[in-house]
Structures are given as structure tokens and as C-alpha cells.
């Protein structure tokens, strides 16, 4: 049907077609990396935002705020971050297996081409120059306070309260 030439031609453009893929995908897990880590900041700082609001009230104007509904908005808060971040830590995890998945297909495309320009295997030993590490360790900090918050939230009040 085809001739050799053409065959040739063709397997080439699929392979730039999927070389171009390959790093799409890559960029993109990149780009959701840093889309998570602002969209924590901002939950963490409206969180904080919220209580802080809800000490202020109950010290200014304790007829509005008891102290009760002071140690609830302070439980909720702190189930919702322990809750977000427990799904921010899948998701990272995710996008860490699917990035190696995209890195080996890169590599071996790269080495069926053949040529000068190779990339390495991922290595798992690299882990510390991940971004997504220091992420996921920042999301278990946050979960850990979090929830020790939430177990100890008569504690917290009445010290955040003194």
C-alpha cells in the first residue's frame, strides 16, 4: 500500500507527534502542581481568615459569638483542611506515578529514534529535587496539625482565647 519511503515519513511524524504529546502532558502535570499549591494558600488563609474572624467577634462582641460556635467553626475548619489536603496528597501521588509513566514513554522513544540527544531513566533516589515532594510533605504538616487542631480544639480555645 505504502512504499518504504513513505512509511519512513509517516513513522517519523508519529514519532514528533507523540514526542510533542509526551511533553504536553508533562507541562500540563506541572502546571496542576502549581495550580494545588495556590489553591492550598488560599483555603489555608481563608481558614485562618475565618477563625481569626471568629476570635475577634467573640473578644469584641462575645453577645454574638459564643464560645461554643468559636471551638465548632474551629472543629469545621479544621476537618475541611484535614479533608482537602488528604485529597491534595492523592492527587500529587497521582501525578506523580503519571509523570514517570510520561518519562519512561519519553526515554523509550527517544532510544527506538536513536541518535545523540537521550534522556535518562526517572530514578526514584532523585525524589528530594521534586517539587511534588516537598509539596506532599508540606500537605502531611498541614494534615497532621490539622487534625491534632480538631482533637485538641477545647485546648486551642482556651489558649487562643487568653
Not at 494558600?41 to 474572624?53: E, S
Not at 479544621?78 to 482537602?84: D, E, N, T
Not at 515532594?133 to 480538631?150: E, G, K, Q
Amino acid at each position: 500500500m505504502f512504499n518504504d519511503e513513505t512509511k519512513n515519513q509517516i513513522t517519523k511524524e508519529l514519532v514528533i507527534e507523540r514526542f510533542k504529546f509526551i511533553q504536553e502532558k508533562q507541562k500540563y502535570l506541572d502546571s496542576v502542581l502549581h495550580t494545588n499549591m495556590t489553591f492550598i494558600v488560599k483555603l489555608l488563609v481563608a481558614l485562618f481568615g475565618l477563625v481569626i474572624t471568629g476570635i475577634s467577634l467573640y473578644k469584641n462582641k462575645p453577645e454574638l459569638m459564643s464560645e461554643d460556635s468559636l471551638m465548632t467553626i474551629l472543629q469545621l475548619s479544621s476537618l475541611l483542611c484535614c479533608f482537602i489536603c488528604g485529597i491534595f496528597l492523592l492527587m500529587s501521588f497521582s501525578n506523580i506515578v503519571s509523570w514517570f509513566g510520561y518519562r519512561n514513554d519519553e526515554v523509550k522513544l527517544l532510544d527506538s529514534i536513536g541518535g545523540s540527544f537521550r534522556r535518562d531513566k526517572p530514578k526514584k533516589r532523585n525524589f528530594l529535587t521534586w517539587q511534588e515532594t516537598w509539596f506532599i510533605l508540606a500537605l502531611l504538616i498541614i494534615t497532621i496539625s490539622s487534625f491534632t487542631v480538631w482533637m485538641k480544639s477545647a485546648v486551642v480555645i482556651s489558649y487562643l482565647l487568653k
